[in-house]
Protein backbone atom coordinates (compact mmCIF):
# COMPACT_ATOMS: atom_id res chain seq x y z
CA UNK A 1 0.00 0.00 0.00
CA UNK A 2 2.97 2.58 0.70
CA UNK A 3 4.29 1.78 -2.74
CA UNK A 4 1.51 2.14 -4.38
CA UNK A 5 0.63 5.31 -2.43
CA UNK A 6 3.91 6.48 -3.10
CA UNK A 7 3.40 5.83 -7.04
CA UNK A 8 0.47 8.01 -6.55
CA UNK A 9 2.13 11.02 -5.22
CA UNK A 10 4.56 11.13 -7.55
CA UNK A 11 2.45 10.94 -10.52
CA UNK A 12 0.90 13.71 -8.51
CA UNK A 13 3.87 15.70 -8.57
CA UNK A 14 5.08 15.17 -4.90
CA UNK A 15 8.98 16.02 -4.50
CA UNK A 16 9.21 13.20 -1.89
CA UNK A 17 6.62 10.63 -2.76
CA UNK A 18 8.29 7.45 -0.69
CA UNK A 19 8.89 9.33 1.89
CA UNK A 20 5.09 11.17 2.55
CA UNK A 21 3.72 8.03 1.79
CA UNK A 22 5.71 6.46 4.49
CA UNK A 23 4.61 9.33 7.06
CA UNK A 24 1.21 8.99 6.26
CA UNK A 25 1.03 5.72 7.21
CA UNK A 26 3.14 5.42 10.29
CA UNK A 27 0.51 8.67 11.20
CA UNK A 28 -2.36 6.16 10.51
CA UNK A 29 -0.52 3.55 12.30
CA UNK A 30 0.44 5.56 15.01
CA UNK A 31 3.60 4.13 14.75
CA UNK A 32 7.54 6.05 14.23
CA UNK A 33 7.99 5.65 10.43
CA UNK A 34 11.37 4.20 11.51
CA UNK A 35 9.13 1.52 12.53
CA UNK A 36 6.42 0.98 10.19
CA UNK A 37 7.94 -2.44 8.23
CA UNK A 38 6.94 -4.13 12.02
CA UNK A 39 3.75 -2.36 12.24
CA UNK A 40 0.86 -4.75 11.56
CA UNK A 41 -1.06 -4.16 8.85
CA UNK A 42 -4.09 -2.19 7.97
CA UNK A 43 -7.17 -2.45 9.41
CA UNK A 44 -9.73 -1.75 7.04
CA UNK A 45 -10.79 1.37 8.69
CA UNK A 46 -7.10 2.67 8.75
CA UNK A 47 -7.05 1.69 5.09
CA UNK A 48 -10.30 3.68 4.58
CA UNK A 49 -8.89 7.01 6.56
CA UNK A 50 -4.71 5.74 4.85
CA UNK A 51 -6.78 6.59 1.28
CA UNK A 52 -8.52 9.61 2.27
CA UNK A 53 -5.23 11.72 3.32
CA UNK A 54 -3.91 10.48 0.35
CA UNK A 55 -6.62 11.82 -1.78
CA UNK A 56 -6.47 15.09 0.32
CA UNK A 57 -2.47 15.10 -0.39
CA UNK A 58 -2.52 14.33 -4.11
CA UNK A 59 -5.16 17.00 -4.29
CA UNK A 60 -1.69 19.29 -2.58
CA UNK A 61 -3.46 20.15 0.30
CA UNK A 62 -0.37 20.21 2.94
CA UNK A 63 1.21 17.29 4.54
CA UNK A 64 1.91 18.76 7.75
CA UNK A 65 -1.97 19.85 7.87
CA UNK A 66 -2.84 16.14 7.61
CA UNK A 67 -0.94 15.22 10.37
CA UNK A 68 -1.09 18.32 12.09
CA UNK A 69 2.55 18.41 13.02
CA UNK A 70 5.31 19.90 12.11
CA UNK A 71 8.80 18.96 12.30
CA UNK A 72 11.66 21.76 13.41
CA UNK A 73 15.29 21.33 14.36
CA UNK A 74 14.55 18.97 17.55
CA UNK A 75 10.65 20.60 18.07
CA UNK A 76 7.35 18.82 16.65
CA UNK A 77 4.96 22.04 16.21
CA UNK A 78 1.19 22.09 16.10
CA UNK A 79 0.26 23.83 13.04
CA UNK A 80 -3.01 23.79 10.46
CA UNK A 81 -5.21 26.48 8.59
CA UNK A 82 -4.24 30.10 9.34
CA UNK A 83 -0.58 29.40 10.12
CA UNK A 84 3.01 29.59 8.11
CA UNK A 85 4.17 26.05 8.20
CA UNK A 86 7.89 26.57 9.11
CA UNK A 87 10.16 24.95 6.42
CA UNK A 88 13.57 22.87 6.68
CA UNK A 89 15.70 26.43 5.84
CA UNK A 90 14.46 28.30 8.28
CA UNK A 91 16.61 26.09 10.87
CA UNK A 92 19.75 27.38 9.86
CA UNK A 93 18.28 31.16 11.09
CA UNK A 94 17.44 29.81 14.25
CA UNK A 95 20.56 27.42 14.88
CA UNK A 96 22.58 30.68 13.82
CA UNK A 97 20.24 32.64 16.84
CA UNK A 98 20.98 30.19 18.82
CA UNK A 99 24.62 30.13 18.34
CA UNK A 100 24.76 34.01 18.81
CA UNK A 101 22.61 33.56 22.02
CA UNK A 102 25.25 31.38 23.36
CA UNK A 103 27.79 34.16 23.74
CA UNK A 104 25.89 35.46 26.68
CA UNK A 105 24.66 33.94 29.79
CA UNK A 106 21.00 35.51 30.07
CA UNK A 107 20.03 36.77 26.14
CA UNK A 108 17.22 38.51 25.18
CA UNK A 109 16.05 37.05 21.93
CA UNK A 110 13.17 38.52 19.88
CA UNK A 111 11.60 36.85 17.39
CA UNK A 112 9.20 38.67 14.95
CA UNK A 113 6.63 37.43 12.64
CA UNK A 114 6.25 34.37 14.71
CA UNK A 115 3.62 32.28 13.43
CA UNK A 116 3.81 28.75 14.61
CA UNK A 117 6.67 30.01 17.18
CA UNK A 118 9.30 27.58 15.41
CA UNK A 119 11.92 29.85 16.18
CA UNK A 120 11.36 31.53 19.58
CA UNK A 121 10.45 27.81 20.94
CA UNK A 122 13.77 26.23 19.30
CA UNK A 123 16.09 29.23 21.05
CA UNK A 124 13.74 28.16 24.35
CA UNK A 125 14.33 24.74 24.22
CA UNK A 126 18.33 25.01 23.56
CA UNK A 127 19.06 28.71 25.03
CA UNK A 128 16.52 27.26 28.91
CA UNK A 129 18.55 30.85 30.27
CA UNK A 130 17.09 33.07 27.63
CA UNK A 131 14.64 35.15 27.94
CA UNK A 132 12.61 34.61 24.68
CA UNK A 133 9.57 37.24 23.35
CA UNK A 134 7.69 35.96 19.81
CA UNK A 135 5.60 38.67 18.16
CA UNK A 136 2.85 38.04 15.62
CA UNK A 137 -0.11 40.19 14.43
CA UNK A 138 -2.54 37.46 12.91
CA UNK A 139 -5.19 36.07 15.34
CA UNK A 140 -5.43 32.41 13.62
CA UNK A 141 -1.65 32.44 13.33
CA UNK A 142 -1.75 33.70 17.57
CA UNK A 143 -3.75 30.83 18.35
CA UNK A 144 -1.24 28.18 16.87
CA UNK A 145 1.41 29.85 18.59
CA UNK A 146 -0.24 30.08 22.30
CA UNK A 147 -0.83 26.69 21.59
CA UNK A 148 2.66 25.33 20.96
CA UNK A 149 4.15 27.49 23.60
CA UNK A 150 1.78 26.12 26.27
CA UNK A 151 2.58 22.73 25.29
CA UNK A 152 6.67 23.52 25.07
CA UNK A 153 6.33 25.45 28.69
CA UNK A 154 4.23 22.11 29.48
CA UNK A 155 7.03 19.74 28.32
CA UNK A 156 9.31 21.90 30.56
CA UNK A 157 11.06 24.01 28.18
CA UNK A 158 11.53 27.78 29.13
CA UNK A 159 8.09 29.54 28.66
CA UNK A 160 8.44 32.46 25.95
CA UNK A 161 6.48 35.55 25.94
CA UNK A 162 3.70 36.17 23.44
CA UNK A 163 3.09 39.36 22.03
CA UNK A 164 0.07 40.47 19.86
CA UNK A 165 1.52 43.18 17.47
CA UNK A 166 2.42 44.49 14.04
CA UNK A 167 6.08 43.72 13.55
CA UNK A 168 5.59 47.32 11.47
CA UNK A 169 4.70 49.27 13.75
CA UNK A 170 7.83 51.94 14.65
CA UNK A 171 6.29 52.15 18.35
CA UNK A 172 6.98 48.00 18.81
CA UNK A 173 8.04 46.57 21.97
CA UNK A 174 9.15 50.27 22.83
CA UNK A 175 9.65 49.12 26.22
CA UNK A 176 12.73 46.61 25.15
CA UNK A 177 14.06 49.59 22.69
CA UNK A 178 18.50 49.62 23.32
CA UNK A 179 17.93 46.51 25.40
CA UNK A 180 17.85 43.50 22.80
CA UNK A 181 20.53 40.85 22.22
CA UNK A 182 19.39 38.61 19.45
CA UNK A 183 16.55 39.87 17.43
CA UNK A 184 15.61 37.25 14.51
CA UNK A 185 12.60 37.05 11.87
CA UNK A 186 11.50 35.17 8.84
CA UNK A 187 8.74 37.60 7.47
CA UNK A 188 6.49 37.13 4.44
CA UNK A 189 9.51 38.13 1.27
CA UNK A 190 7.75 36.45 -1.44
CA UNK A 191 7.56 38.85 -4.46
CA UNK A 192 3.94 39.83 -4.97
CA UNK A 193 4.65 38.60 -8.85
CA UNK A 194 5.70 35.20 -8.02
CA UNK A 195 3.70 32.13 -8.69
CA UNK A 196 4.19 29.82 -5.52
CA UNK A 197 3.52 26.00 -5.73
CA UNK A 198 -0.25 24.63 -4.82
CA UNK A 199 0.58 23.42 -1.29
CA UNK A 200 1.23 26.98 -0.54
CA UNK A 201 -0.98 29.24 -2.57
CA UNK A 202 -3.91 27.07 -1.55
CA UNK A 203 -2.91 26.81 2.13
CA UNK A 204 -0.54 28.83 3.66
CA UNK A 205 -1.72 32.63 4.34
CA UNK A 206 -1.58 35.12 2.25
CA UNK A 207 0.04 37.82 4.70
CA UNK A 208 2.73 35.22 5.94
CA UNK A 209 3.93 34.38 2.09
CA UNK A 210 4.00 37.48 -0.01
CA UNK A 211 5.77 41.07 1.07
CA UNK A 212 4.65 43.19 -1.80
CA UNK A 213 5.69 44.26 -4.63
CA UNK A 214 9.09 43.81 -4.63
CA UNK A 215 9.13 41.18 -1.66
CA UNK A 216 10.66 43.55 0.92
CA UNK A 217 7.33 45.63 2.69
CA UNK A 218 8.40 44.36 5.60
CA UNK A 219 11.86 43.44 5.52
CA UNK A 220 12.40 47.30 5.56
CA UNK A 221 10.43 48.42 8.26
CA UNK A 222 11.64 45.45 10.36
CA UNK A 223 15.35 46.46 9.73
CA UNK A 224 14.42 49.87 11.05
CA UNK A 225 13.10 49.17 13.92
CA UNK A 226 15.29 46.22 15.01
CA UNK A 227 18.03 48.96 14.53
CA UNK A 228 16.31 50.47 17.92
CA UNK A 229 15.73 47.68 19.53
CA UNK A 230 18.80 46.08 19.69
CA UNK A 231 21.68 46.81 22.14
CA UNK A 232 24.78 48.02 20.62
CA UNK A 233 26.61 45.06 19.82
CA UNK A 234 23.82 43.26 19.55
CA UNK A 235 22.86 40.87 16.79
CA UNK A 236 20.07 40.50 13.58
CA UNK A 237 19.30 37.66 11.58
CA UNK A 238 16.71 37.94 8.86
CA UNK A 239 15.25 35.19 6.11
CA UNK A 240 14.71 36.29 2.70
CA UNK A 241 13.40 35.10 -0.82
CA UNK A 242 16.69 33.58 -2.41
CA UNK A 243 16.74 36.77 -4.85
CA UNK A 244 17.37 38.95 -2.37
CA UNK A 245 21.08 38.01 -1.44
CA UNK A 246 21.99 41.58 -2.21
CA UNK A 247 19.13 43.62 -1.67
CA UNK A 248 18.45 42.81 1.95
CA UNK A 249 22.66 43.17 2.81
CA UNK A 250 22.18 46.33 1.14
CA UNK A 251 19.39 47.87 2.85
CA UNK A 252 21.26 46.62 6.09
CA UNK A 253 24.13 48.60 4.93
CA UNK A 254 22.53 51.58 3.72
CA UNK A 255 20.84 52.45 7.18
CA UNK A 256 24.26 53.11 8.78
CA UNK A 257 23.47 51.24 12.19
CA UNK A 258 25.21 47.67 11.33
CA UNK A 259 28.00 46.20 10.81
CA UNK A 260 29.62 43.27 9.76
CA UNK A 261 26.79 42.35 7.38
CA UNK A 262 26.70 39.09 5.68
CA UNK A 263 24.50 36.69 3.67
CA UNK A 264 24.54 33.03 4.26
CA UNK A 265 23.27 30.18 1.70
CA UNK A 266 20.44 27.56 2.56
CA UNK A 267 21.52 23.95 1.80
CA UNK A 268 21.15 24.06 -1.85
CA UNK A 269 23.40 27.06 -1.84
CA UNK A 270 20.66 29.77 -2.52
CA UNK A 271 20.75 33.01 -0.53
CA UNK A 272 18.44 32.97 2.15
CA UNK A 273 19.42 34.87 5.54
CA UNK A 274 21.21 38.12 6.51
CA UNK A 275 22.98 38.68 9.45
CA UNK A 276 24.25 42.27 10.82
CA UNK A 277 25.60 43.33 13.99
CA UNK A 278 24.26 46.56 15.57
CA UNK A 279 26.86 49.35 15.60
CA UNK A 280 28.83 49.51 19.05
CA UNK A 281 28.37 53.13 19.27
CA UNK A 282 24.84 52.96 18.13
CA UNK A 283 25.22 55.76 15.65
CA UNK A 284 25.38 56.05 11.87
CA UNK A 285 28.37 56.65 9.99
CA UNK A 286 29.43 59.86 8.81
CA UNK A 287 28.66 61.35 5.48
CA UNK A 288 30.58 59.17 2.60
CA UNK A 289 31.65 56.51 4.83
CA UNK A 290 31.94 53.37 2.39
CA UNK A 291 29.83 50.22 3.88
CA UNK A 292 30.67 46.62 2.58
CA UNK A 293 28.93 43.66 2.75
CA UNK A 294 30.42 40.22 2.99
CA UNK A 295 29.20 36.30 2.20
CA UNK A 296 29.69 33.80 4.45
Known amino acids: MVARAAWALAEAGIEAPRAEAELLAAYVLDVPRGRLALADGFTAAQLDRFHTLLDRRIAREPLQH ?16 GVFVPRPETELLAGWGVEQGRRRSHPLV ?3 CSGSGAIALSVAQELPGARVVAVERSPAALDW ?31 LVGRVDV ?24 EAVFGGVDG ?7 IARAAELLRPGGLLGIE ?19 EAVED ?9 FATASHRADGQRPAAGTAWQTGSS
Open 66 to 81: LTGTAGFRRLELSVGP
Open 145 to 175: LRRNAADRAAAGDTPIEVVAADVTDPELLAE
Open 216 to 222: LAVIRPV
Open 264 to 272: HPDLTDRPR
Open 240 to 258: HDDTHGTAVPGLLSADGRF
Open 110 to 112: VDL
Open 183 to 206: LLCNPPYVPRSVVVSPDVAGHDPD
